[in-house]
T-cell receptor
Framework: DTGVSQDPRHKITKRGQNVTFRCDPI?????LYWYRQTLGQGPEFLTY????????KSRLLSDRFSAERPKGSFSTLEIQRTEQGDSAMYLC?????????????FGPGTRLLVL | AQSVTQLDSHVSVSEGTPVLLRCNYS??????LFWYVQHPNKGLQLLLK??????LVKGINGFEAEFKKSETSFHLTKPSAHMSDAAEYFC?????????????FGTGTQLKVEL
């Protein structure tokens, strides 16, 4: 257990529905990252926050995706009008940047299945 | 752009024999490199990281990796495999362009340990 938690662990939804995932990072970690992992592949970067500011978004993050970190603590990732291609494991990681060094600690992930 | 190539998608060893998981990287500058392990239904766990200090990096559970700039390699080794080592292993390079620390994962190597 890394100390990063994600909820829910599993989500099954129908195409066209909206879903929201939550990530609770390690306390006082100032950076939070979202990644997506499809079957048989390594995780791919989606977006990251420095405190409450969203500083970068991948081209993988279509306009149906939105992420927030309102108070610089927990974060949510929402997918609107889900498509079958959104089926994947969504991973959250947090880190504390000190003296230029950074190690990301990953949560267990939320596995999404879109029917 | 940074990238990593994991040369074997599957590796099978007998318990008690050495493990070698191969990784080559591509980076335009001195990279930060990591190995993460993913057990079924568990989150990604950091095994070890290289950040331009010693080229031989020791990690958890008896794993180590050697950074070889001339060969652009960062292979993961363990002298004696244990059944509990069976998992998927990811070689990872860090991309620090844009201010964040985006991780680029390889496609993974599935390690099987047989009796």
């Amino acid at each position: 257990d890394t100390g990063v938690s994600q909820d829910p662990r599993h989500k099954i939804t129908k195409r066209g529905q909206n879903v929201t995932f939550r990530c609770d990072p390690i306390s006082e970690h100032n950076r939070l990252y979202w990644y997506r992992q499809t079957l048989g592949q390594g995780p791919e970067f989606l977006t990251y926050f420095q405190n409450e500011a969203q500083l970068e978004k991948s081209r993988l993050l279509s306009d149906r995706f939105s992420a927030e970190r309102p108070k610089g603590s927990f974060s949510t990732l929402e997918i609107q009008r889900t498509e079958q291609g959104d089926s994947a494991m969504y991973l959250c990681a947090s880190s504390l940047v000190t003296s230029g060094q950074e190690t990301q600690y990953f949560g267990p992930g939320t596995r999404l299945l879109v029917l | 752009a940074q990238s990593v190539t994991q040369l074997d998608s599957h590796v099978s060893v007998s318990e008690g024999t050495p493990v070698l998981l191969r990784c080559n990287y591509s980076s335009s500058y001195s990279p930060s490199l990591f190995w993460y392990v993913q057990h079924p239904n568990k989150g990604l766990q950091l095994l070890l990281k290289y950040t331009s200090a010693a080229t031989l990096v020791k990690g958890i559970n008896g794993f180590e990796a050697e950074f070889k700039k001339s060969e652009t390699s960062f292979h993961l080794t363990k002298p004696s495999a244990h059944m509990s080592d069976a998992a998927e292993y990811f070689c990872v390079v860090s991309d620090q362009t844009g201010g964040g620390n985006k991780l680029t994962f390889g496609t993974g190597t599935q390690l099987k340990v047989e009796l």
